[in-house]
């Protein structure tokens, strides 16, 4: 199952299988709120209330946590971002809280999960670098993604069949996950990050500058970003599997894990065989599918055929995934990794989260199915427009630059 090459690479398993256990407890977790919501609200807006409510966050606490990033032994704040998630499921196990509504608590905890994840997301993405040689990263990256996509596809099952039991057992459940991956990243070992500046407005900002200068790394992460904010139907998934597909909990669980099987599967595909040549090309072709995809499950009344269409979502966006991360760890010094990290991070949460939140308000507009055929449409004609918007990104055909050299990660450290 383990690439041979990453067999060697022992700091970069352990982060992986401490985020097999996030991810998994993670998800589990979002379809508990999400059903849960819409269960105590019947509300749409309130589904894409969640996802702004984890958005905002990132977007506040961007230029802070990126350079926290830089400054802070990575793998350690890591471990303490998974710490506290443990937390929020262990408070709303718990419901320790008298007197407050749960559908405040329900938002709340979204708030805070949004918070912990502006610092916990370009931790993560600035750290594999630091585990594997550069001519791996790409496999790495590849690998890394199939076993996040094995954990959405075991996440949001298993959650759905616990959740029959009720929220509580699925709110255990994160919490026993959350405390395994926590303990897991805090062993993962690497070189202390060099000495930097003291934090002033102009090194908050070298990781936006970063990125607007660089056409190629600003034209894949906003392809990406309105790509899958226009597409996203995640938010709509309760809707859909209680009131069109009519599958209750543990339908909606296997159509929340169906893009992470296609992306599964594809994924460990590229991290056997990898991206090579026609980088820029597969990046705008994956584009275009998602949306054709997006748009077949927005009209499709078969559970069958839902659950096609999002695999094939979820394949297409792995290629763009891997294209993304790749161009932006190797076309970025490791010393400012944190800050556009944290950039990335924004852009990936506001296609997610952000999405979620798009989705909801337009299907309080247009309906549900209105609302995810809207957003194919307009994953398509992003495609067309970025095509010529950036043609550097669309001419690119290796991942690494030509002037790049493969260097070994430096010698590790307990930090």
């Known amino acids: 199952m383990i690439p041979a090459p990453?067999?060697?690479?022992?700091?970069?398993?352990?982060?992986?299988?401490?985020?097999?256990?996030?991810?998994?407890?993670?998800q589990m977790l979002m379809v508990a709120i999400g059903w849960e919501v819409y269960d105590l609200t019947g509300?749409?807006?309130?589904?894409?209330?969640?996802?702004?409510?984890?958005?905002?966050?990132?977007?506040?606490?961007m230029l802070p946590a990126g350079h926290v990033v830089d400054r802070?032994?990575?793998?350690?704040?890591?471990?303490?971002?998974?710490?506290?998630?443990?937390?929020?499921?262990?408070?709303?196990?718990?419901?320790?809280?008298?007197?407050?509504?749960?559908?405040?608590?329900?938002?709340?905890?979204?708030?805070?999960l949004g918070a912990v994840k502006a610092f916990q997301m370009p931790a993560q993405q600035a750290l594999v670098p630091l585990l594997v040689p550069s001519e791996l990263l790409a496999r790495a990256l590849a690998f890394s993604s199939a076993g996040l996509q094995a954990a959405i596809i075991a996440g949001p099952a298993l959650g759905g069949f616990l959740y029959v039991g009720g929220s509580d057992a699925v709110q255990a459940a994160c919490v026993l996950l959350f405390a395994v991956a926590a303990a897991l990243a805090s062993r993962v070992r690497h070189a202390p990050p060099a000495r930097s500046e003291p934090a002033s407005l102009h090194t908050l900002l070298a990781g936006v500058r970063y990125v607007r200068s660089t056409p190629v790394v600003l034209g894949a992460i906003s392809l990406d970003l309105?790509?899958?904010?226009?597409?996203?139907?995640?938010?709509?998934?309760?809707?859909?599997?209680?009131?069109?597909l009519h599958v209750g909990p543990i339908g909606m669980g296997w159509l929340r894990a169906a893009p992470a099987i296609g992306a599964l599967l594809v994924s460990l595909a590229l991290s056997r065989w990898p991206i090579?040549?026609?980088?820029?090309?597969?990046?705008?072709?994956?584009?275009?599918?998602?949306?054709?995809?997006?748009?077949?499950?927005?009209?499709?009344?078969?559970?069958?055929?839902?659950?096609?269409?999002?695999?094939?979502t979820g394949a297409a966006d792995m290629v763009s995934v891997v294209v993304r991360q790749t161009l932006v760890q190797l076309e970025t010094p490791d010393a400012m990794r944190g800050r556009v990290s944290a950039?990335?991070?924004?852009?990936?949460?506001?296609?997610?989260?952000?999405?979620?939140?798009?989705?909801?308000?337009?299907?309080?507009?247009?309906?549900p199915v209105g609302s995810v055929v809207l957003g194919g449409l307009g994953s398509i004609a992003v495609a067309a427009l970025w095509w010529h918007a950036f043609p550097a990104l669309a001419r690119?055909?290796?991942?690494?630059?030509?002037?790049?050299?493969?260097?070994?990660?430096?010698?590790?450290?307990?930090?």
């Open 276 to 312: 090579e040549r026609g980088a820029g090309t597969k990046l705008y072709a994956a584009i275009v599918v998602y949306g054709l995809a997006t748009l077949a499950f927005g009209l499709s009344t078969s559970f069958v055929l839902s659950m096609v269409a999002l695999a094939v």
């Open 43 to 61: 509300s749409a807006w309130d589904l894409g209330l969640v996802g702004l409510l984890q958005f905002a966050p990132a977007l506040v606490l």
């Open 226 to 244: 309105f790509a899958v904010l226009l597409g996203g139907a995640t938010a709509l998934l309760p809707i859909f599997a209680k009131d069109i």
């Open 396 to 415: 690119r055909d290796h991942l690494a630059a030509p002037q790049a050299s493969a260097s070994p990660p430096q010698a590790a450290s307990s930090g």
């Open 72 to 112: 802070f032994h990575r793998a350690t704040i890591v471990s303490c971002c998974l710490a506290a998630q443990g937390a929020v499921a262990a408070v709303l196990w718990l419901s320790p809280f008298e007197g407050l509504s749960q559908r405040t608590l329900l938002l709340g905890a979204s708030l805070v």
């Open 6 to 26: 990453l067999r060697s690479c022992p700091d970069f398993l352990r982060l992986w299988w401490s985020r097999l256990a996030s991810v998994s407890a993670g």
């Open 343 to 367: 950039v990335n991070s924004v852009f990936i949460g506001a296609s997610n989260q952000l999405g979620e939140f798009e989705s909801g308000a337009t299907a309080a507009w247009l309906g």
